[in-house]
């Protein structure tokens, strides 16, 4: 009794499908992007994998901010130029957008490509 | 917990099933766990504590790997997430209960209907008589053996006809019980969905 | 509920024997020490290999309700999601193995579809429990839970297809149901 033709292409087939999702799950699992808030008031994490609406509260007041297809950005803020919503949406790691009146500080965090070589704030 | 009527331990699990699957409160869905542990603690003598404790720890903490929500406590490099946490909670606590709920409806007296019923009857049946007959047969290679095996079980049908050894069970106290175990669920699950959540 | 008066009593009687085997088979597995307790070796899929060629689809399907409700009962779980988890395993495993044994013909023995009925069932519990209990954590056991799977159904595969080469009782149900592949 030997194996037959479909049997040894099952095997390699489920081989190559185990391949996959290991580099899939390794790969991804343990680099996810997220996005880190920081302000006075607490910090929070949110990954940029799940689309989301967040009210984030900081000195001045409550900043809406947006996660929408692997991008962040501001779409309210109590402060008065409004710089931390005209930079827009950032998505790669490393980069931020800042509120300095409000004292809110959105980052962006993985193992993905630096975008900055600078680390620190 | 033993003298009360398999029919109804089971029916009484089927209804509360929706309102403990529904709760989302986390401190109720604590209490529900508990209270069906407790339960099936009073009913069998021995019961494994390490299992669902391991499981409670391994769930929590496998949410917790992802992320999500304001951070609560930094372990290191590791943030400890308020929605991370608050989902690893409720989907463990949600796992172990609806195991010991299950383990409360179920018990060794508890049948199916019908001809499905019939057959699973007869399945529980040979399983028995394969663990008997096993030892019973010389042969050694495993295959012959097991081939063997079902060959002896094949000849020998249902000889012992089982008549459904119902235990002695008061209906009374089963019914008492059945009526406070759902009411207080069902209680519980509309005391939260009333008191918005914070 | 049941096309039962299809069935010959027989047969049924064939069906609930190898769905007792199976309530064997896990019992076993169950007393194998695991390193990890989630780790499932698949051994109560062996009668259902069996069963592919002795049995008609439908019937097919039959012993593997009786083997997840019995397993259900005797755990007393079939409320839980470790009953959903492995009902949909074993079902929708069922599904693919009759399909590949089928079509495949010749040209597939029961190595092959013990192999893909372990890797769906796997692949489908593992989506499960990532949706249902671990999140995307769930990802990280992945790969040695399907690498193991797929070396338990490999050596499922050849002892079942020895098994129904050289059994007595096999070849006794395909002579006297006709449904001899």
Redesign the interface.
Known sequence: MRPRLLDYIILSGTLFIIGIFSFNAYGKALTPEECIITSPKGTWVYPLSKDSTLAVDGTLGVMEIEIHDGKVRVVFSPCKEKICIQTGAISKTGTWIACVPNRVFLKIEGKGDDETDTDSF | MTKLSPKILFLSGLLVLPAFLFQNNLPAKASQTALFIILCAAGSRRMLILPPLIAFFSVTLMNLLSPHGEVLITIGRFPITETALHTGLHRALTLIGLIYLSKLAITRHTRLPGTLGALIAKTFFFFERMTEEWKNIKEKRLLVKLDTLMLTLEAAPAAAKKTGSSAPSSRRASIMFALIFITGNWLLLVLTLAIPHA | ??K?TRIPSDT??????L???A??LS?VEYTIPKPL?FIRLGLANFPILIALTCFSPPQVL?LV??KI??Q??IQ????????LLSASGSFSSALVMIF?YRW?G????L??VS??GA?VSN?IQIYLAGF?????????I??PF??IG?VSS?FL?I?A???V??????K?VQHMDGTAE
């Open positions: 509920m049941m039962q049924l009687n064939r069906i609930a024997l769905a007792g085997l309530f064997l019992a307790p039959l309700v009786l409700l019995g259900g009962l007393g779980t079939l409320f839980s999601y470790t009953f590949l495949g010749k040209r597939i023995s190595i092959g192999i893909a890797l692949l249902l209990i671990a999140g995307a954590a769930v990802a990280l992945g790969p399907l690498i797929l490999v595969g002892l297809q020895r098994f080469q050289t059994s007595r009782w096999v006794n």
